[in-house]
């Protein structure tokens, strides 16, 4: 199975960025997808995720009101809108994905996803 994450870029603070991420198969039918980022010199952190056949998200906190985490059931895809973004929001996007369903409380721990996207890097200017 193979994540692919695009649509990082660079985006002057404040604005907007869609991010998708594309399996090569049938994974999202089920379990959990999220999206985790790493910045320079920093550990890779939890963003998002979304428990697939309940659509249930979830956010770090540092992303809460800012940031949307859906999915297309029809193009296997998942999204994360981020909007009101911050110089420290950049980092390189990570897309992950499981197939069984997880505790929300666990979400968080990069461990619970087998399989991982390439990473899209996002820059956020000041």
């Known amino acids: 199975v193979q994540l692919q994450a695009f649509g990082g870029g660079l985006v002057q603070a404040g604005g907007s960025l869609r991010l998708s991420c594309a399996a090569s198969e049938r994974i999202f039918n089920s379990g959990v997808q999220a999206w985790f980022r790493q910045a320079p010199g920093k550990e890779r952190e939890f963003v998002a995720a979304?428990?697939?056949?309940?659509?249930?998200?979830s956010y770090a906190d540092s992303v809460k009101g800012r940031f949307a985490i859906s999915r297309d059931n029809d193009k296997n895809m998942i999204y994360l809108q981020m909007n009101s973004l911050k110089p420290e929001d950049t980092a390189v996007y990570f897309c992950?994905?499981?197939?069984?369903?997880?505790?929300?409380?666990?979400?968080?721990?990069?461990?619970?996803?087998?399989?991982w996207g390439q990473g899209t890097l996002v820059t956020v200017s000041s």
């Open positions: 992950a994905g499981r197939r069984n369903r997880l505790l929300s409380s666990m979400f968080g721990q990069a461990t619970q996803y087998p399989y």
């Open positions: 979304i428990q697939w056949m309940t659509a249930y998200p």
